[in-house]
């Protein structure tokens, strides 16, 4: 059973940047395609940036050319560089496989962007 733990969360100005770690405990780091997610208030969870097991990335048109996904092998983590924040970027971030698998949910972290 894999543990998945955010942090990096935190309140950044528009235009700033942020970087947010999963650590992934378990064989998923070496298994699944390895996502980040976001809800933000009063909306449904979404797909922000998958990276697969190769290093293949993809994100959400919305986020494109402003974050990065990536791997470190040997510390375990699964890293989202935010750059260029934006009000909209305002979230609870969490990290998952793509396609998620429930008991995977962690509590997220959160990211506030003010103007």
């Known amino acids: 059973q894999a543990q998945l733990v955010e942090s990096g969360g935190g309140l950044v100005q528009a235009g700033g940047s942020l970087r947010l770690s999963c650590v992934v405990n378990?064989?998923?780091?070496?298994?699944?395609?390895m996502a980040w997610y976001r809800q933000a208030p009063g909306k449904q969870r979404v797909l922000v940036a998958s990276?697969?097991?190769?290093?293949?990335?993809s994100y959400a048109d919305s986020v494109k050319g402003r974050f990065t996904i990536s791997k470190d092998t040997a510390k375990r983590t699964v890293d989202l560089q935010m750059n260029s924040m934006t009000i909209e970027d305002t979230a609870v971030y969490y990290c998952?496989?793509?396609?998620?698998?429930?008991?995977?949910w962690g509590q997220g972290t959160q990211v506030t962007v003010s103007s």
């Open positions: 998952n496989s793509n396609p998620p698998v429930p008991a995977f």
């Open positions: 378990g064989r998923a780091f070496y298994s699944y395609v």
């Open positions: 990276i697969s097991t190769h290093g293949i990335t």
